[in-house]
């Protein structure tokens, strides 16, 4: 069983920052990945980033690479995204979640965080 708690939402103008959290806790949680996704209201849930816990090269999608950036703190048992000019469209509830492999599909994750929204206004 892994537990995830992500924290760090807000609300920023465009061309903002935040920095989000992913702290993990259980027994196996060092044996997983961490994804980053978002889901915007009517939209499927979008793959943003994909890190392992000693991962110098993490996966980004598409629509985040060169303005989001993934990194871990293993002492902490934490994740970070940190988020870059940010854009009216980069408003969703985000969420991390772990999985046995690198994935950038949801249905390859086996635990989720509750999440934690993010607003960006123009």
């Known amino acids: 069983q892994v537990q995830l708690v992500e924290s760090g939402g807000g609300s920023v103008q465009s061309g903002g920052s935040l920095r989000l959290s992913c702290s993990a806790s259980g027994r196996t949680f060092s044996s997983y990945v961490i994804g980053w996704f978002r889901q915007a209201p009517g939209k499927e849930r979008e793959f943003l980033a994909v890190i392992g816990w000693s991962d110098t090269s993490p996966i980004y999608g598409n629509s985040v690479k060169g303005r989001f950036t993934g990194s871990t703190d293993a002492a902490k048992n934490t994740v970070y995204l940190q988020m870059n000019s940010l854009k009216p469209e980069d408003t969703a509830v985000y969420y991390c979640?772990?999985?046995?492999?690198?994935?950038?599909?949801?249905?390859?994750?086996?635990?989720w965080g509750q999440g934690t929204q993010v607003t960006v206004s123009s």
């Open positions: 979640a772990a999985a046995r492999g690198r994935s950038k599909l949801p249905s390859n994750y086996d635990y």
